[in-house]
Nanobody
Framework: VQLQASGGGLVQPGGSLRLSCAAS????????MGWFRQAPGKEREFVAA??????NYADSVKGRFTISRDNAKNTLYLQMNSLKPEDTAVYYC?????????????????WGQGTLVTVSS
């Protein structure tokens, strides 16, 4: 599956953004999808993941971010509210086969190109 992330930009602290990830192919609904992020000088870290019916979030974004998917449109979303400067990073969408949620980047075999989110006043 090929992935294309979009929706990043500059936003003030406390603001909101919605990221999108368009997927190619007709088997999107069979993939576990995830969002990861990587800040300058830091390792890539898990943000959120979604299966057909379950979701999982990093503690740092729980209650502020919402992951969702539209299988009819082959699109993954990440609604980000109450953004903080520490949310600044390049955000990547990723896909893995199977049905189990995972927080490990190594478990995801397909990656989008990343979209930059900058939270600053």
């Amino acid at each position: 599956v090929q992935l294309q992330a979009s929706g990043g930009g500059l936003v003030q602290p406390g603001g909101s953004l919605r990221l999108s990830c368009a997927a190619s192919g007709r088997t999107f609904s069979t993939y576990v999808m995830g969002w990861f992020r990587q800040a300058p000088g830091k390792e890539r870290e898990f943000v959120a993941a979604i299966t057909w019916s379950a979701t999982n979030y990093a503690d740092s974004v729980k209650g502020r971010f919402t992951i969702s998917r539209d299988n009819a449109k082959n699109t993954l979303y990440l609604q980000m509210n109450s953004l903080k400067p520490e949310d600044t990073a390049v955000y990547y969408c990723a896909a893995r086969g199977g049905w189990a949620l995972s927080q490990r980047p190594a478990d995801f075999g397909s990656w989008g190109q990343g979209t930059l989110v900058t939270v600053s006043s």
